[in-house]
């Protein structure tokens, strides 16, 4: 049973570019979550998508933007990118219920230069 | 903002010792998670606790809650070098429970 997988495993863009980041959930997971980790700091909420929806957002701008395909994996993309927007990447997956637990992927490490 | 705030911030102890550690927060909560991660990689998930629930083991993990004083704690017994790791408590809240709001987290060292 394959746990949540995401890709690429690293990434180096440069300020202004755009990126897209990938997850597939684990098996029988119909709900992602995405989450932004500076270095030495604790996952911080992005948003969340479940039926193709985002249905919860965190305290991001707009160049934070997401989808969810029909077979729920989903992708992250980000704008203009920023210095700031370094950071490890991580996808969360969980059955659509709430309250349930959430399995997070190894992360995209991404490095703005 | 973070709702989780975990203490220590740091902790190093020798092999077979005990390692506590502990997570405060703000609002009500439906359950709190302790995940691990390792060299900054992924989460790993290690145990939730409800709110209604006052402890919970699993294997040499124990975690307790206490819903009046907003605080939990997590005991790891027989700590073992592979338990060196940074552990973080997520909690959502009654208001929205879709995310997980993360402390800082307690990076453990083990010294074999």
């Known amino acids: 049973d394959a746990g949540v997988t995401q890709s690429p495993t690293h990434l180096i863009k440069t300020r202004g570019q755009q990126v897209t980041l990938r997850c597939s959930p684990k098996?029988?997971?119909?709900?992602v979550s995405w989450y932004q980790q500076a270095l030495g700091q604790g996952p911080q909420f992005i948003f969340q998508?479940?039926?193709?929806?985002?249905?919860q957002r965190g305290n991001f701008p707009d160049r934070f933007s997401g989808h969810q395909f029909p077979n729920y994996s989903s992708e992250l993309n980000v704008n203009a990118l920023l210095l700031g927007d370094s950071a490890l990447y991580l996808c969360?997956?969980?059955?659509?219920?709430?309250?349930?637990?959430?399995?997070f992927g190894p992360g995209t490490r991404l490095l703005v230069l | 903002s973070q709702q989780g705030e975990e203490d220590p911030q740091a902790l190093s102890i020798q092999e077979g010792e005990n390692a506590t550690m502990n997570c405060s927060y703000k609002?009500?909560?439906?359950?709190l998670q302790w995940y691990r991660q390792n060299s900054g990689r992924g989460l790993v998930h290690l145990i939730l606790?409800?709110?209604?629930?006052r402890e919970k083991h699993s294997g040499r993990l124990r975690v307790t809650l206490d819903t009046s004083k907003k605080s939990s704690s997590l005991l790891i017994t027989a700590s073992r070098a592979a338990d060196t790791a940074s552990y973080f408590c997520?909690?959502?809240?009654?208001?929205?429970?879709?995310?997980?709001?993360f402390g800082s987290g307690t990076r453990l060292l083990v010294r074999p």
């Open positions: 969360a997956s969980k059955v659509g219920a709430p309250s349930e637990t959430q399995y």
């Open positions: 098996s029988g997971h119909d709900t």
């Open positions: 998508y479940y039926e193709e929806e985002e249905r």
């Open positions: 609002t009500s909560i439906n359950n």
């Open positions: 606790i409800r709110s209604n629930e």
């Open positions: 997520a909690t959502d809240s009654m208001d929205s429970s879709y995310k997980l709001i």
